[in-house]
């Protein structure tokens, strides 16, 4: 059974992954109005793959006796001014995120809660991923600078990526 705090915190978190999805679903469709095919069929796979993770969390609340609950979300910002301001957000949100798991492992043990602890493994090694992906991703378009080429085979460069979906150990 879950404690009420452990609880809480990984409703919160549910809210986060789904506001992840959102995030980079409006950036898909933010770069596929800019004609960046490549940049948006990651966006749009890297969103799907945020549900996943959101799910796999309401699974596991309820799995052990809780509710997960299901929140309003905030609206993400719809427009950037560069693909390059585009990834220097998404790398902060994966940055924001790696901390609000941080936080959830951190509750997990001053609960004693190790059945959470494990669960919450999978999440720490895949913002791990998750980080050095957007980090290798920004340190590309900080070389091309705004050369229209380059941009070009950026976008390219980014559809070749073959992120799989990442659905996590079964629940
Ligand atoms: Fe759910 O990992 Fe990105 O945000």
Redesign the pocket.
Known sequence: MLSEQMQNALNAQIK??AE?SQVYLAMASFAETQGFEGVSSFMYM?SD??RQ?MLKFVKYVNERGGHATISELSKPPLEYGSLKEMFEELFA??VK?SKSINDLVHISLQEQDYATHNFLQW?VA??IE?EALARTILDKINLIGDDKGGLYLFDRDVQAITVQPSTGPAV
């Open positions: 986060i992954e992840s890297h793959e945020e993770h949100h994966e995120v999440y895949e913002q998750e």
